[in-house]
């Protein structure tokens, strides 16, 4: 049974990078049969997949986001992390890591000054 977990800081101000990480276990970020994933939920709105890197190694990043992100793994921690660089307000949401139907519990994210 995998579990996540996401990790990182809470408060970011605009123009900073935000990097949270997800903890795996039950499962390895280096197996290829799943892609490991980041999904974020503005308030008031809908959910948005931002990007995932697979076992490989290989990611793919949405088109509206690709610019600022960037997404790695530590596979020695079976961890892997979101780096979005250059946030405004409108980057705050919850954040979520995701695999193949399994979520993490979220984490807040708010940037301001």
């Known amino acids: 049974q995998v579990q996540l977990q996401e990790s990182g800081p809470g408060l970011v101000k605009p123009s900073q990078t935000l990097s949270l990480t997800c903890t795996v276990s039950?499962?390895?970020?280096?197996?290829?049969?799943?892609?490991w994933a980041w999904i974020r939920q503005p308030p008031g709105k809908g959910l948005e997949w931002m990007g995932a890197?697979?076992?490989?190694?290989?990611?793919v990043y949405s088109p509206s986001l690709q610019s600022r992100t960037s997404i790695s793994r530590d596979t020695s921690k079976n961890q892997f992390t979101l780096q979005l660089n250059s946030v405004t307000p409108e980057d705050t949401a919850v954040y979520y890591c995701?695999?193949?139907?399994?979520w993490g519990q979220g984490t807040q994210v708010t940037v301001s000054s």
């Open positions: 039950g499962g390895s970020i280096t197996s290829n049969d799943y892609y």
């Open positions: 995701f695999r193949g139907g399994s």
């Open positions: 890197i697979r076992g490989s190694g290989s990611t």
